[in-house]
């Protein structure tokens, strides 16, 4: 059975940083497609960044322009994790945020974990 299991959100002020987590069992996240999606309130689901697996693209990332600069994806294969190092964050990066793995047409969801950027 595939799980991954996200951890690490919250409230952050304007400005501050926060890491998220994605630990995976039942998949190796070196094998897979590995991304960070996010959803507002009354908007679609938004990618904002991906990891591309070991082979045969050596971990390539991948970021959308809204968060370009600023968020990192990264990932531990000894942790079999994947990891969303935020920075700089603004009230409009509030949002549930979802961890997804995907290779062919196997594709896996994070349970999400809120983010909210507020003073």
């Known amino acids: 059975q595939v799980q991954l299991v996200q951890s690490g959100g919250g409230l952050v002020q304007p400005g501050g940083s926060l890491t998220l987590s994605c630990a995976a069992s039942?998949?190796?996240?070196?094998?897979?497609?590995m991304g960070w999606y996010r959803q507002a309130p009354g908007q679609q689901r938004e990618w904002l960044a991906t990891i591309i697996s070991d082979l045969p693209s050596s971990g390539s990332t991948n970021y959308a322009e809204s968060v370009k600069g600023r968020f990192t994806i990264s990932r531990d294969n000894a942790k079999n994790t994947v990891y969303l190092q935020m920075n700089s964050l603004k009230p409009d990066d509030t949002a549930v945020y979802y961890c997804?793995?995907?290779?062919?047409?196997?594709?896996?969801w994070g349970q999400g974990t809120q983010v909210t950027v507020s003073s």
């Open positions: 039942g998949i190796m996240v070196s094998s897979y497609t």
């Open positions: 997804n793995g995907r290779m062919r047409s196997d594709a896996y």
